[in-house]
Nanobody, 126 residues
């Protein structure tokens, strides 16, 4: 099992930036597919971004495309989410998730992932 710990969340003003990190331990995840999801109070968990194992293929929700960037550093066993031009509607708990090698992958579907972190809070004030 992979353990995932998110960090980098906090309180920022609209238009500001944050960089989230997801550190994996227990296994190397260089060949894992990884994603970011978020959940606001009273809302369902929604897809934010995902990245293939080699970092060359990425996916984004329409709501964040052009503002957020997902990346990974396999040497550090870490995935990042750079968030720019933040909006109040970006306020949510952000979760990191991994998909083990093998099988098909539906990047935008939470059920496609095997392991999850406990989340980090992002709050954007207007």
């Amino acid at each position: 099992q992979v353990q995932l710990v998110e960090s980098g969340g906090g309180l920022v003003q609209a238009g500001g930036s944050l960089r989230l990190s997801c550190a994996a331990s227990g296994r190397t995840v260089s060949n894992y597919r990884m994603g970011w999801f978020r959940q606001a109070p009273g809302k369902e968990r929604e897809f934010v971004a995902a990245i293939y194992w080699n970092g060359d293929i990425t996916y984004y929700a329409d709501s964040v495309k052009g503002r957020f960037t997902i990346s990974r550093d396999n040497a550090k066993n870490t995935v990042y989410l750079q968030m720019n031009s933040l909006k109040p509607e970006d306020t949510a708990v952000y979760y990191c998730a991994t998909k083990r090698p093998g099988g098909s992958w539906s990047p935008r579907q939470p059920t496609s992932y095997d392991d999850w972190g406990q989340g980090t809070q992002v709050t954007v004030s207007s």
